[in-house]
């Protein structure tokens, strides 16, 4: 995993790198990059605001405004980056992915599956695709069709975090509150930075007795974290949870 020495170092470079070129786009880009995984995600979303004004017929650039928006809790804005990337690029399997995913946590869920649904039809092997399908499911109540989902993204790709953390869900729902929580600590070993997986572990440490585990847990969750609902469920839980000491 990327070290914070190394992330910070990286930063540094990619800055000079952008000063020195501010008219090269890939180094914008990779800067952007570099800064949501040092989780500033407000000034990648600077980065890419000149990024888009330097090349505002880039698909890719409207694809990663969308990723940060959504980062920062601004799913509206997203949805409509996202969009525009696929009218740059209708064949953009990974802005149809994600916008699937915008549409799901804005509860439209017919409109997320459709989404997600033409992504797979553009690429039946992409794993974060059938990832999304998982999670759409579970959704509508689907728990059968969100396994298989899981399942297939897993296959295509074992390490995917995001899948572990929804199949984690699903084993919280069948009540096995151990596979739960040993799919939620691989999901977060693969991506720290997966603060849902973090949150969700923190319920199950709650509900295996650990409370002081599962404060830890989501207090890193609501410390980390830049989207606004998961903070606010963080707080709620963390509220429960000093209740029931």
């Given amino acids: 995993a990327e070290g914070r020495a190394d992330l910070a170092t990286s930063v540094l470079v ?19 990059s570099a800064l949501r995984r040092a989780r500033r995600a407000d000034a990648a979303l600077r980065v890419l605001e000149t990024a888009e004004r330097l090349a505002p017929e880039s698909a890719e650039v409207a694809h990663d405004k969308a990723l940060v928006l959504h980062e920062v809790g601004k799913r509206v804005h997203a949805i409509e980056s996202e969009k525009r990337a696929i009218v740059l690029d209708p064949g953009f399997v990974e802005a149809y992915a994600h916008l699937a995913t915008l549409y799901a946590a804005e509860g439209v869920l017919d409109l997320a599956r459709e989404t997600v649904d033409t992504a797979i039809r553009l690429d039946s092997n992409h794993a974060r695709a059938w990832t999304n399908r998982g999670n759409i499911a579970r959704a509508m109540g ?17 390490d995917l975090a995001e899948a572990l953390n929804g199949s984690g869900v699903l084993a919280v729902e069948a009540g096995q509150l151990d596979r739960a929580a040993d799919l939620f600590t691989r999901a977060l070993k693969l991506d720290g930075a997966l603060h849902e997986a973090r949150l969700n572990l923190a319920v199950v440490e709650f509900q295996r007795g650990r409370l002081d585990q599962a404060i830890l847990l989501a207090d890193g969750t609501l410390k980390d974290s830049k989207d606004p609902a998961l903070r606010t469920k963080a707080r709620a839980f963390l509220l429960d949870v000093r209740r029931a000491r």
Avoid: C, I, M
Wanted: glycine share 6%.
């Fill in 142 to 158: 689907q728990g059968a069709e969100a396994e298989r989902s899981y399942a297939r993204a897993l296959e295509l790709k074992p």
């Fill in 14 to 32: 990619l800055g000079e790198l952008v000063q020195a070129d501010p008219e090269n786009l890939t180094f914008h880009r990779s800067l952007a």
